[in-house]
């Protein structure tokens, strides 16, 4: 599954414990150089600086994906840099654990601009260059919450936008497909990483791991791993497809 000199983009890799930063790990492992972009600069910058430190090839960039000017901005300036861009993970997201009778307008609004509107966005930039080079994988990190519902984690706002980007993901997936461009989606259950971390007591979490078949939570190379496969030139031939990556919770 080598990835030498392909290009990718990982959005929302920023964060030290996240899955964005091991789904570029394993995508430098392969070979490929990875755009780490996140709307945290310094975070990216870390993550970039230690990626280069470990012999991997990797640049730092800034990405709001809520924005499409900075995702023009961002497509655009790699484009410039690398000539083009083979590979997009849409990983940027953030959760808020409301129920349907507290969620406000302005939460409803950030929830779907950053889960959903960020990969119409990511995703729109990067198809012109994918379909010009006849070759594009695209992942998204959709979630166990937009199948099932999220229970605490979620939030109806999350579990809606997260179901909203495997719809999206099987309509582009067809209309791409000739090109050679793939977009598929994962869906991992929980995942033990900053944005549940926040949200869970040490009880709570022993608890929580006894109803997972597997009887451990997710890590973050469970995730990546899948999407590595998912990126790859091997897995050409599946598209409009999700993965569920849960332990056994959720089949
Ligand atoms: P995380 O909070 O550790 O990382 C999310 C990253 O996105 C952060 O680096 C953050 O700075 C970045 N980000 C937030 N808003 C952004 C924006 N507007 N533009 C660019 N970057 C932005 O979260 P994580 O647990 O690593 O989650 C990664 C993805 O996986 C998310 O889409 C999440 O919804 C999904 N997911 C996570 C779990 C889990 O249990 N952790 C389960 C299912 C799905």
């Not at 960039?61 to 997009?88: C, M, N, P, Q």
């Not at 598209?239 to 089949?251: A, P, R």
């Amino acid at each position: 599954m080598s990835m030498k000199d392909r290009i990718a983009i990982v959005t929302g890799s920023g964060s030290a414990r996240g899955i964005g930063k091991a789904v570029a790990t394993e995508l430098a492992k392969r070979g490929a150089i990875v755009v780490i972009a996140d709307i945290h600069l310094q975070g990216a910058e870390t993550v970039a600086a230690e990626f280069n430190d470990s012999g991997y090839k990797a640049v730092a960039r800034h990405l709001d994906v809520t924005s499409r000017e900075s995702v023009a901005a961002l497509v655009a300036d790699i484009d410039r840099e690398f000539g083009k861009i083979d590979i997009l993970v849409n990983n940027a997201g953030i959760t808020r654990p409301s129920r349907i009778l507290e969620i406000t307008d302005e939460e409803w609004d950030l929830i779907f601009a950053v889960n959903m509107k960020g990969v119409f966005y990511c995703t729109q930039a990067v198809l012109p260059g994918m379909i010009a080079q006849r070759y594009g994988r695209i992942v998204n990190l959709s979630s166990v919450s937009g199948k099932r519902g999220g229970g605490v984690f979620g939030g109806s706002h999350y579990s809606a936008a997260k179901a909203g980007v495997l719809g999206f993901a099987k309509a582009v997936a067809r209309e791409v497909a000739e090109y050679g461009i793939t977009l598929n989606s994962v869906t991992p259950g929980l995942i033990d990483t900053d944005i549940t971390g926040g949200l869970m007591t040490p009880e709570r979490r022993e608890l929580l791991k006894q109803e997972i078949p597997a009887k451990r939570l997710g890590t973050a190379f469970d995730v990546a791993a899948a999407i590595a496969f998912l990126a790859s030139e091997d897995a050409g031939y599946i598209t409009g497809e999700e993965i569920d990556i849960n332990g056994g919770s959720h089949m």
